[in-house]
């Protein structure tokens, strides 16, 4: 495996995604994570040092544990992580008179193995201030830009490279190769991690540290859930009790829709509850995106615990978090804000005493798809759009009503099945609608309406770490508009969401 060690860069998950495209098969830690921690990593045979907002002769910067440089494996530092390794070896890092934001044209020394098979000049992405001013003794430099001459270097001994450039991203024509020599011709690693050596490797692992006892699962109905769910009972079988929340931030027919597919799967063990007015009553006044996510993931701790203690003797809760939940939640680096948080992300209340099992926390969402095809999960299923752990709450903008929540389940309602009847559904990475806490004029027929503003957000992603907005065709913007407005009530106005992620975020809260 390889190991990410993040200093805050906006790229470092789109690292480890390169890296799982090569099947090989990688983990992201904090920059200064203590290298006593490695030994649980098993066949560690390279480092990568990511990017950072930070400057490196800055006294706050965050350093990697000293000891990793003796490590003897493959290390590659990228931009900031270029900047560590020169610091370190007595190299200087200066403050740039001219900025490199965006494509540029590198010289490359294609003799170097880092650079095997590229051309003498290469379109890489640059996102810099500083640059190496003064190249540390031992290393020699295999790239450069016009205004820096040292864009890239390596020392072949200590088995050390660096670019200041981020090969990560794909405005890199041929950063991949790059990524790929550093991990196959200079690591030495094969392409040995799948979904299928994966699933088999989690089975394993979870009989053993289950042994006898029993699983509560908190089944959504979701793709991340129900691939989490599936995966258990093929390792476990009836050990396995999944829970399944009716809350009343579900899609519409969403209820109907489990009880009919995971009756057939898990049948006594399915257990559906009620709790509809318990989250409605705590989610009463609050506005605050963050708040919500709080008290729904309280409250789906609380009704959980419930359901254990009628089931007795439950050692292990069973969750769908998967490796961007985690990434957006926590700060990685100890240095990045988080961006939002996840209600299955976090660890569990002491009273529960079960101990938590997550065998898709380091899967990204097209991985977890695969794996639920590996487990001939049906495709209604694999295929279906991201729906957000803390349901239509983080779509009402404002306080959450039961009014409020049934437009929003019509409306979104109407857009996906407008979106599956022009064939579009399977081609967009999640579809649905928003509703704003403003009303606007409007008239219909003779009669002024002053009612509520729905918005459309479609967007396409390969993993929800980045997203672009969806060109919808008019022509289908126009037949939702028009079936909103007129067969939901309480809405006179349809807009539609043209932001990307980033800035913006796929949700909106």
Not at 301 to 306: E, L, P, Q, S
Request: proline letters at 4%.
């Amino acid at each position: 495996m390889i190991l990410i060690l993040d200093f805050g860069s906006q790229y470092t998950q789109l690292i480890a995604r390169c890296l799982r495209e090569q099947k090989v098969y990688c983990e992201i830690c904090t920059g200064n994570e203590c290298i006593e921690n490695f030994s649980k990593f098993k066949n560690l045979k390279g480092l990568i040092l990511s990017g950072g907002y930070d400057s490196v002769y800055l006294k706050k910067s965050m350093w990697p544990d000293p000891k990793i440089w003796d490590l003897g494996i493959p290390i590659l530092g990228i931009c900031y992580g270029m900047q560590l390794i020169a610091e370190y070896f007595g190299g200087k890092v200066s403050p740039s008179k001219y900025r490199e934001f965006g494509i540029a044209s590198v010289n490359i020394d294609f003799n170097s193995f880092l650079f095997d098979g590229l051309n003498r000049k290469e379109i890489l992405w640059m996102s810099h201030c500083d640059k190496l001013s003064k190249v540390p003794k031992g290393f020699k430099i295999t790239a450069s830009t016009d205004s820096s001459p040292y864009a890239a270097m390596e020392n072949i001994v200590k088995k050390i490279y660096a670019v200041q450039f981020h090969p990560e991203v794909k405005h890199s024509i041929n950063g991949k190769k790059i990524i790929q020599n550093f991990i196959f011709k200079i690591c030495g690693l094969s392409c040995d991690w799948t979904i299928k050596s994966y699933l088999i490797d989690e089975i394993e692992k979870i009989r053993k540290q289950i042994g006898k006892n029993k699983v509560l699962c908190a089944l959504s109905g979701g793709v991340d859930s129900s691939v989490a769910a599936v995966m258990l009972n093929k390792a476990i079988g009836k050990q396995l009790y999944c829970v399944y929340v009716d809350h009343g931030l579900q899609k519409l027919g969403e209820t109907e829709r489990v009880r009919t597919v995971f009756k057939k799967i898990f049948g006594k063990n399915l257990i559906i509850t009620n709790a509809k007015k318990i989250f409605l009553s705590r989610l009463k006044g609050v506005t605050n995106p963050e708040r919500k996510r709080k008290i729904i993931g309280h409250t789906f701790m609380k009704v959980f615990y419930n359901e254990a203690k009628k089931l007795k003797k439950i050692d292990f809760l069973l969750q769908g978090t998967i490796y961007p939940d985690i990434i957006e939640s926590i700060s990685i680096a100890k240095l990045k804000v988080p961006i939002k948080s996840h209600h299955n992300v976090g660890g569990l209340p002491r009273r529960m005493k079960m101990r938590l099992i997550e065998p898709l926390k380091f899967l990204f969402k097209d991985e977890v798809r695969a794996l639920g095809k590996e487990l001939g999960i049906p495709m209604e299923i694999i295929n279906r759009q991201p729906f957000p752990g803390p349901g239509l709450a983080i779509r009402v903008l404002g306080e959450v009503t039961k009014m409020k929540l049934n437009i929003l389940k019509k409306t979104d309602d109407i857009v996906t099945k407008e979106i599956r009847n022009s064939g579009l559904y399977d081609k967009i990475w999640q579809a649905f609608t928003i509703i704003l806490p403003i009303k606007t004029v409007g008239v219909m027929g003779d009669t002024r309406t002053y009612e509520y503003v729905v918005v459309i957000r479609a967007v396409n992603s390969e993993d929800a770490m980045t997203a672009n907005w969806t060109k919808l065709p008019y022509e289908l913007l126009d037949k939702i508009s028009s079936r909103i407005v007129n067969e939901v009530k309480g809405v006179n106005r349809v807009v539609y969401d043209i932001s990307n992620k980033p800035p913006a975020t796929i949700e909106w809260e």
